[in-house]
């Protein structure tokens, strides 16, 4: 694992699994990546009393997978990553319990993540916070299904929050999850993310 912070960015990298990981890399990319756009991209308009829906996409699939099975494979990711944003960054504020941010995470991606926290979560300054405001929820899912067996997916995302309290400013959330499914629930075994100010 290697670790890189700056004023304005901080990028945590965890690889497990290396065959899995090198096989759903190959099924990552292209000009819809939403870690890699600049400028916000999410939906605009929403009101601040309301909360913003995920706009979750399908990316890519590789292997012989119907609509309906990728379909479904898009809820079932998109709700896991649903619950880490929520869990990790949103909901009410000042707290200090995180506890549940690193649920859906295997027992050693939960336990780098939990060495990432200031990153991977509010934990660092959710206790100063008097709120925070999600500003946008971008999640593009690639499916890797060798023989149309599901094996794993790649999840690009955006989350934007502003932070308002002993913190006054929107930091933006990019990067990558990966995951696969653990006893017929979807984990996240590997993340590569990064954490910046927006704008800056």
Request: net charge negative; glycine share 12%.
């Amino acid at each position: 694992m290697r670790t890189r912070r700056d004023r304005s960015t901080g990028t945590a990298l965890c690889a497990a699994l290396l065959a899995l990981t090198l096989a759903l890399a190959g099924c990552s990319g292209g000009d819809d990546d939403p870690a890699d756009k600049g400028g916000p991209s999410g939906p605009s308009g929403a009101s601040a009393t309301e909360p913003i829906p995920t706009d979750a996409q399908l990316g890519s699939v590789k292997g012989a997978l119907s609509d309906a099975a990728a379909a479904e494979v898009l809820a079932q990711v998109t709700e896991v990553v649903d619950r880490w944003f929520d869990s990790a960054y949103a909901g009410d504020y000042p707290r200090s319990d995180f506890a549940a941010a690193f649920a859906d995470f295997t027992k050693d991606a939960a336990a780098l993540a939990t060495r990432q926290q200031a990153i991977l979560s509010n934990a660092e300054v959710g206790a100063d916070l008097e709120a925070v405001e999600v500003t946008q929820r971008l999640v593009r899912v690639d499916v890797l299904a060798p023989k149309g067996k599901v094996a794993g997916a790649t999840v690009r995302f955006r989350l934007g929050i502003a932070m308002t309290g002993g913190v006054e400013r929107t930091d933006l959330v990019a990067g990558r999850l990966l995951l696969t499914p653990v006893k017929g629930a979807w984990k996240v075994f590997g993340f590569d993310v990064r954490r910046g100010e927006e704008g800056a």
